[in-house]
Each structure stands twice: as structure tokens, then as C-alpha cells.
């Protein structure tokens, strides 16, 4: 496994000897390589300085296989066991978590930490975060020996880019974003990549990417939303926009937005006519997701309201009749409630698009995949804590004391991690279930009993209120009667004598409502908790 060095960086000769081998990738069609020297440096305002540049930006892509499925960069989340564990599920490139350029350059522990690699995690890109050109190429010279692109962050929309003044935040200073792309293209012995989300006009985004290009960019991946778009539920990505971008610029493009599945994947490269896709947060919940031997089905509920787990949901070596058994027996013990409500669970994520209710007997095994990776190549515990979460959250709901020690020493080793996936595996196989059964923690079962507390004094004062409105009625009717002779609270005429009712005092309206308020509150105060013992 290498790691980021403090190595100086290399001589002239060197520098000029490694951006020859760059250049010099042979052409799909295999036509002789180009001179073996370092080309001339951006930017790229004539077009035959533009053609060279073309060219050269596609002699590399071929070179690596002209990847078309890609891990896409993830703070925290695209290390090396999980980028391992995409490529051996269908991923033919990854990009690094994205690195801060000066924190990169003068922490030690910072690379070691966020950087590693090893022989099979190529082709890799190495993404950095920056807003000084000369901070990112000194720190982008500490890992191009271990890298095919130094990929700039330029469309991060978090909240923490805006205050450091780095990714999407950068498009409000595209002067800037030149000079970043243009001294690390002819600074850098690897090629420039450039990651970018669109422009509210598309008018100026062609723009911004054909700049790019001119700067030295050699591949440009490109988000289908604008920076305010920072909900992907909310805002469907423009496939549109970036074939646009794809048919302005000439050197590969890499699109990015709503590939949840494979199929996903396969439309998008078809409406954009892009070179390659990429995937963020549903890899998290699937990395599995570019495997077309593991394209795992949403899990629905069958006929009988049960649910299913699909082709992942049988255990290994189960027969139909066995499986079925086994599934009945135990949602006669879950109950019919419960089995809706995961019914409805999944058919609102099938709806919202959310691959998280994939198979969870397949999620399963790719975690302890995940685990082995782990243990072949150590990360830090808070990464693997979040993707050991992604993988089983529905498994982790239902065993919370296996949730409590995850989240507290249950990943602070590989043993310890695999120690806790082996008892996960073990209370999976026991339950016999495809599909968890999570139950509320204390603090939602507490809250649901307040709820229904509150719901049932606001119920007990509604009638409060209309018996009281009921007795004052009737008191306003036995004045008429006896005033007018035509009626009485017993409905007997005038002329008829009328038994006298023993005179009880009422209390006043503002005495009653202090009262109700009073045992609404007593109520609230003592039903909660009695709803919560009764429930366990």
C-alpha cells in the first residue's frame, strides 16, 4: 500500500521524461505516438495548440481503458477498501475523498490519514480542494507518481466550501479557476481533471467548459445540477445541460446525477453521449451497483402482504418451498402491522428513487466484503463506522444493541469489525428473514406516547367543551320558556304545571377552563410514561 510522501519533487529531466510517456499514449487507432517531449503549456488559445492538447487528453484516456463507470469522489467515503470493493463490483475508476491542497502539503498525519493506495486502485484520480495555484501543485506533485489525474474540486456546494473558498464556490472567480487548471496543467507530470456543476444559465456553463478545456483541462466530469441544488430528492438532475456540455467541449466528459442502478447508468451515457458516468450516494448504500451480475431488486411486498426480499432475499442453499416456510413462520410472529409498514417503507424509497431498500441479505455481504478490505487495509474508524451504517442500517435497527456497539468500539479495529459482522450474520440467519424488522428506539417510542397523550387530552377537552356549551344552551332555553309560556326544558306547554328541578349551583366558564387545562396537564405528564411501560 503507498501513501502521500514528502518526497522533493522531481528534476526537470524527470518532470519532462514522465509528461513525454503521458503524451505519448497511443491512439485507439493505433497511430504512432507523438515526440517524445513535454508538451507546451496552457493555456490553449490557438487551435492547433488546442488540437495538440485534444488529442494528447485522449491518447491518456484510452490508455487506462477509456474507463465508463466511476466511484465518484466522497469526503469520507471514497477510501481505499470501499473503492476496492466498487471496482470488484463492476467500477472501472475511482476518485479519492476529496483532499484539502494546504492541509495536504503541511500535515504529515493528514495525508497519511486520507490518502492510500495500493497496485490494483488504478486508474485513480486524486481530487483536491484549493483556491492557490501554487498550494495545489505542490501538493498534487506529493501524489502524481501514485495517480493517473489530479482532479480540481470545483463543485463542492457545502455550506464548509463556501467559508474556505474552494469548490463550487470558485464559480463566482473563473479568473481564478484558470490560473488553478493552468499552472497545475503545466506544472504537473499527470493530466488535470476538473469537476463541475452547471451554471444557472447554460449559456455560460458551455462557456466555463470550454475555458476549462483552453486552461489544460484533460477530462471534465460535470454534475447535472447548479450549487443551489444541494437536495438531490428535490431536484432531478439536468441530462439535458450536460449533453450540451458534452457536444461544446472536445476532450472526455464524465457525467454525475441520478444514477442509482446500472440501467440508470446506460441511459445516461446513451441521452448525453457522455464517455463515462459516476456515482455518489447510492454506490454507499450498493456498491454493488455497477455489477451487472449483482443488480439486485427492489424488494415489494407479495400478495399476502408480507415482503420479500427479492433474488437476494433467499439464504444460501434454501429451496423455494424451504424459504417460503421459513418467511411465513416468521411474519406469523411480526405481525400484520408491521409487515405493512415495511410494505409501505419500501414502495416510498422504490418511489423516491433510494437504493437503500435493495436487498438486504446482498447488503449484508458486501459489508462483510467491506470488513475484509478493512482488515487487508486499515482506515480510520469514523469512515468505517459510516459505510458499515449504510450497508445494514435495517439490519442495525432491529439488533440496536449491535447499532450501540458499532457506534462505540465495534470498528475501532478490523477484528473488532469483523467480530461484529459475524454476530450480524449469526442473528440473520437465526431471524430467517430477508428484510429486517427495525423496532423504535426508547427516545421515538417516548415521543410517540407524548403524542398520543397530547392527542388524547386535546380530545377529552373538545368534550369538555361541548358539554359545557350544552349546559349553558339548555339554561338559556328554560329562561325563554318561563318568560314566554311557550316552552319549558321539558317541553311541556304553558298551561301544564312544570315539576321544579332541585337548583344546582354552576360554576363560571373561566372556572371550567382552568380545570381542563389543569388535568390536560396532569395528563401529559403521566400517560407518556405509562404508555411507554405499557408498550415494553
Known amino acids: 500500500m503507498a501513501t502521500a510522501t514528502e518526497a522533493a519533487p522531481a528534476t526537470a529531466a524527470a518532470a519532462a521524461a514522465a509528461g513525454a510517456a503521458v503524451g505519448a499514449a497511443p491512439a485507439a487507432n493505433g497511430a504512432a505516438p507523438a515526440a517524445a517531449e513535454r508538451p507546451p503549456p496552457p493555456p490553449y488559445a490557438d487551435a492547433a495548440a488546442l488540437d495538440a492538447h485534444v488529442r494528447r487528453a485522449w491518447a491518456h484516456f484510452r490508455s487506462l481503458g477509456s474507463p465508463r463507470l466511476h466511484v465518484a469522489p466522497m469526503v469520507d467515503a471514497s477510501e481505499l477498501p470501499f473503492r476496492l470493493l466498487c471496482r470488484a463490483h463492476g467500477a472501472e475508476a475511482a476518485y479519492t475523498p476529496m483532499l484539502h491542497a494546504r492541509l495536504f502539503l503541511e500535515l504529515k498525519g493528514y495525508r497519511a490519514e486520507h490518502f492510500t493506495t495500493c497496485a490494483e486502485d488504478r486508474p485513480l484520480f486524486a481530487q483536491f480542494c484549493a483556491n492557490d495555484p501554487d498550494t495545489l501543485v505542490r501538493a498534487a506533485e506529493l501524489v502524481q507518481d501514485h495517480c493517473d489525474y489530479v482532479d480540481l474540486n470545483l463543485g463542492c456546494p457545502q455550506r464548509i466550501a463556501k467559508k474556505g473558498y474552494y469548490g463550487a464556490f470558485l464559480m463566482d472567480n473563473l479568473p481564478l479557476v484558470e490560473a488553478l487548471v493552468t499552472r497545475a496543467a503545466a506544472s504537473l507530470r499527470v493530466p488535470v481533471s476538473c469537476k463541475i456543476r452547471l451554471f444557472p444559465d447554460l449559456g455560460a456553463t458551455i462557456e466555463y467548459a470550454r475555458m476549462l478545456e483552453r486552461a489544460g483541462c484533460s477530462l471534465l466530469a460535470v454534475h447535472g445540477r447548479t450549487r443551489d441544488m444541494k437536495n438531490t430528492a428535490q431536484h432531478r438532475a439536468d441530462w439535458a445541460a450536460m449533453a450540451a456540455v458534452r457536444a461544446a467541449v472536445r476532450v472526455p466528459v464524465l457525467v454525475n446525477g441520478d444514477v442509482r442502478c446500472l440501467a440508470d447508468a446506460e441511459r445516461l451515457i446513451e441521452a448525453t453521449r457522455a464517455d463515462g458516468v459516476m456515482s455518489a450516494d447510492p454506490l454507499l448504500h450498493y456498491p454493488a451497483l455497477f455489477d451487472p451480475a449483482m443488480q439486485a431488486p427492489l424488494f415489494a411486498p407479495p400478495a399476502d402482504g408480507g415482503a420479500a426480499g427479492g433474488e437476494g432475499g433467499a439464504e444460501a442453499g434454501a429451496g423455494p418451498g424451504q424459504q417460503q416456510q421459513q418467511q411465513q413462520q416468521q411474519e406469523q410472529g411480526q ?202
Request: some cysteine.
Open 335 to 536: 405481525g400484520q402491522q408491521q409487515q405493512q409498514q415495511l410494505a409501505s417503507e419500501a414502495e416510498a424509497a422504490a418511489a423516491a428513487g433510494n437504493p437503500s431498500h435493495v436487498a438486504h441479505l446482498e447488503r449484508l455481504r458486501l459489508c462483510r466484503e467491506y470488513a475484509e478490505l478493512c482488515a487487508q487495509h486499515p482506515v480510520v474508524p469514523r469512515m468505517v463506522k459510516g459505510h458499515v451504517h449504510k450497508l445494514v442500517q435495517g439490519w442495525l435497527a432491529e439488533f440496536t444493541d449491535l447499532r450501540d456497539r458499532l457506534n462505540t468500539n465495534g470498528c475501532s479495529t478490523p477484528a473488532a469489525l469483523l467480530d461484529l459482522v459475524s454476530e450480524l450474520e449469526r442473528r440473520v440467519a437465526a431471524a430467517g428473514r430477508a428484510v429486517p424488522a427495525p423496532r423504535p428506539c426508547d427516545r421515538k417510542a417516548l415521543q410517540a406516547a407524548r403524542e398520543a397523550a397530547r392527542a388524547a387530552a386535546i380530545e377529552e377537552q373538545e368534550r369538555e367543551a361541548a358539554a359545557l356549551a350544552e349546559i349553558e344552551g339548555g339554561r338559556g332555553g328554560g329562561a325563554g320558556g318561563g318568560g314566554g309560556g311557550g316552552g319549558s326544558e321539558d317541553g311541556v306547554g304553558s298551561g301544564a304545571p312544570v315539576a321544579k328541578r332541585p337548583c344546582v349551583s354552576q360554576p363560571p366558564a373561566e372556572a371550567l377552563q382552568e380545570e381542563q387545562q389543569k388535568q390536560m396537564q396532569q395528563q401529559q405528564h403521566q400517560q407518556p410514561e405509562a404508555a411507554v411501560l405499557a408498550a415494553r
